[in-house]
């Protein structure tokens, strides 16, 4: 595998569930990001990890928990989310968390809520 | 407070044509800004990086210009082809203050090259 790859590619659950999303990159990156992307909006940054410590966590409700066990590895545990939680969660990596890197973006999961 | 606006939600245009879509910022000093296409059920993908410092940049068929004067980027596809029918997305770069560097996005313009 190359790149980052990102499973489920699909998702739904009930507002009751826990589930986790799951990255992988394979370019040796010391920096991951998780990103939401809602119909009609821009990107939004929810956290980084710069070898495998969160750096940032962008004022994302506690429904959302983020766990990195290794460079490589990027969960996104889900529990008691709301329906407008449904987007495509982006996984990303690049080389680290200074100026200039370019973002290689896994495929997404598409999250449905119900 | 901050905003990213792209030009237009879609554009469409004809094939062979340049297409050109804005990048306007406002209440930000980014430091880089980057370009990125995405296409349905995929995940972004980086074409360009341009610095504060630098006013144009050129790949292949493509072209960014950065006036930070303006606090505007353009983003140049020239001899538009029906392939380079995608969303592009527009993303500043700065220091986030809290020890990296982030992206924020624009929502993007979806452009249909017509054959």
């Known amino acids: 595998e190359t790149g980052v790859t990102q499973t489920p590619r699909h998702l739904v659950m009930g507002m009751t569930n826990k589930k986790s999303l799951k990255c992988e990159q394979h370019l040796g990156h010391n920096a991951m990001y998780w990103y939401k992307q809602s119909a009609k909006k821009p990107l939004e940054l929810m956290f980084v990890y710069s070898l495998e410590e969160r750096v940032e966590n962008n004022s994302v409700p506690s429904r959302f928990s983020p766990e990195c066990p290794n460079s490589s590895h990027l969960f996104l545990h889900l529990h008691t989310l709301q329906p407008e939680d449904s987007a495509l969660y982006l996984c990303a990596s690049s080389q680290d968390i200074g100026a200039h890197n370019e973002q290689f973006f896994g495929p997404g999961t598409r999250l449905t809520v119900l | 407070s901050q905003k990213i606006e792209q030009n237009s939600e879609a554009l469409n245009i004809q094939e062979g044509k340049t297409a050109t879509l804005t990048c306007n910022y406002t209440n930000y000093s980014p430091a880089y800004l980057q370009w990125y296409r995405q296409d349905p059920g995929r995940g972004p993908v980086f074409l360009l990086l341009i610095r504060e410092n630098e006013k144009e940049k050129r790949k292949e068929r493509l072209k960014v210009t950065f006036d930070t004067t303006l606090k505007q980027s353009l983003f140049h596809i020239t001899a538009s082809q029906p392939a380079d029918s995608a969303t592009y997305l527009c993303?500043?770069?700065?220091?986030?203050?809290?020890?990296?560097?982030?992206?924020?996005f624009g929502k993007g313009t979806k452009l249909s090259v017509i054959p």
């Open positions: 993303a500043l770069g700065a220091y986030s203050g809290a020890g990296s560097y982030q992206l924020t």
